[in-house]
């Protein structure tokens, strides 16, 4: 790899970033950066820190950035520094887990997906797209630019995500679902309907029953005899 990498964001997700992007891939990490307002250290993980304002001092032909910013207003953060930094004219590679079964590369810019995800043949997946751990993606679905999705998701085939959508832990999508944009899927949802723009899916709630409740003893003498 000719250029080097610098990772935009110094909070967690910037420091995993760094963490993937130095044990699994052929990026080497040079050094962060970080919105002005949040700089208040040179050096972080051993290596150089530059308030965007010095971004530029950073030639675009030797230097890529990635974007590693949270879900943060619906994702409105990360998709603003992205479309930012590329028009600055940086490259803005993505991490893809070597951990992965990846069957589609159809992926855009800047995407961010970790290990133990099933992406399945004539899948498309936008720019700027994070995949935590272990999602399936189903055959023939589209996600679109900014979106995020937290761990274990089922997203069947043939299902359209649209800009900005979160989506919760253990989530189940239905084949042939449209997710809106700016929609707020709960964990543990299951959709089995079309969702509109920015709408919000839960789950029903869960039930915590209080020790001292006969249904409390019932059940734990059911299951576990003596508790
Ligand atoms: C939906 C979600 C945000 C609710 O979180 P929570 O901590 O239970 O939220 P709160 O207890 O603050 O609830 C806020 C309000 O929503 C209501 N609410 C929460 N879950 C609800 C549900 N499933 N159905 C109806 N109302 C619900 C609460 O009763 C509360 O209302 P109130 O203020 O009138 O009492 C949460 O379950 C969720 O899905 N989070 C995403 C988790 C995730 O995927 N994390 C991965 C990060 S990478």
Known sequence: MSKKLLIFGTGEIGRLAHFYFDRDSLW?????????????????????CVPLSKLSHFSSKKFAVHIALSYKN????????????KEMGYETPSY???????WSHDIGDNCFILEDQTIQPDVKIGNNVVLWSGNHIGH???????????????????????ERTFIGVNAAIKDFTNIG??????????ITKDCKNGDVILPEKTTIIDNETPLATKIKKKYFGDF
């Open 96 to 102: 893809i887990s070597s951990k992965s079964s990846i």
């Open 28 to 48: 080497d990490v040079a050094g962060f950066v970080c919105d002005d307002e949040y700089f208040d250290k040179k050096e972080l993980l051993g290596l150089p």
């Open 74 to 85: 619906l994702n409105r953060n990360r998709k603003e520094k992205f479309l930012y930094i």
């Open 140 to 162: 023939g679905t589209h996600i679109a630019d900014h979106v995020y999705i937290a761990s274990h998701a089922v997203v069947s085939g043939h299902c359209s995500i649209g």
């Open 181 to 190: 944009e700016a929609c707020f899927v709960g964990m543990g949802v299951n």
